[in-house]
């Protein structure tokens, strides 16, 4: 975030609180290179937390009171941690959520007063949910003293999501929110939930094409395709998709709906492509990353069917695009935003050209931007000169 967008959270605190908050919270969103809807079936996934985030500025209370403006909603929070009730699953249920979820693994909160922003585009796949929940959680731990590893941080986000706003997700957001690494993915195994860092070749520039469509990640569309890998993974006598092979998918198509079959066949093609893709990370091979990410694209939409013509569209702009070495959509999907990976920083021509085709063919002005990468949360203190 910058010094002007921290240096507005600092102002608003002041001014509705009077005084100087006693510290600062940074939760980054992701990118995800690649390991898509994988992360629910106890999968792989390759993400990196970037330079947008969630930052609040808070000081801890002697009540049970938590009390948070929201300067992008331009909204407050005012609630007993005794005494919190469902509203109407705008972002305050993500503060209580993790609130709930914390407290009902059994520690106990103090209540903080706060202002936050963000600067992750809403809604686009980016994941600025996860981010706020991973952002509330620390600022619970640090306003009273519990000291949670990153995965655990992650696991009680991910259920205050579930569990109180109702959106069935993996852990995939959360985790990367809480333990990203500055010019690292992170090679995470949702099962164990081991994780490592795999370095980002230095040539590699990360470029985000938001469609500016949106779909919301309503209980719907994504819990829809929880359900349908749960009936192939019974097709299968397996617990999760990650115990498939693609030979057992092959071998049991005849046994399952088209539907369901497609949805495994993502699944496990998938995860052999994210180990793929690390082992092209780690010996710099730019061309084999460039493809998967493309045959990424591919499962996404014809077998998982969890794009969007928009989404189509901006992906193959950019595949045509000669800087381009790989694009697909990128998170939950049905809008929102692709990924371009491009070898060289020089990005001008691509942009310019992805930007005004799509625009002329949909009518739409696309967003369009590149990320670099960041650590998980983090504290640090209030600057003296802002
Ligand atoms: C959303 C969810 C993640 C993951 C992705 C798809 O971002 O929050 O857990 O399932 O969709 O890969």
Redesign the pocket.
Known sequence: MSQEQIGKILETYRERFSENPSSIVTAPGRI?LI??????SEGF?LPVAIDRNVTLAFTPRDDKVIQVYSIDFEQELVVNLDNMQRGDGGWKEYVMGTAWALMDAGYALNGWQAVVAGNIPIGA?L?S??ALEVAIGKTFCLASNIDLPPASLALLS?KA?AEWVG?N??????LISAAGKEGHALLLDCKTLDYEYVPIPKEITLVVLDTMTRRE?TKSD?NARHEEVKQASKLLGVQFLREATPQLVEETRTHMASTIYRRARHVVTENQRVHAFSTAMRNNDLLTMGQLINASHVSLRDDYE?SSSELNLIVELAQKQPACLGARM????FGGCALALLATDQVEPFTENVFSLYRSQTGIEPNIFIVTSADGVGECSVPLDL
């Open positions: 995800n390991g898509e809807h994988t992360d629910y996934v796949g994941s949910s996860a991910r999501e959106v997700v993996g852990i995939m957001d959360q990640l994504y969890v990128m998170g939950a999907g």
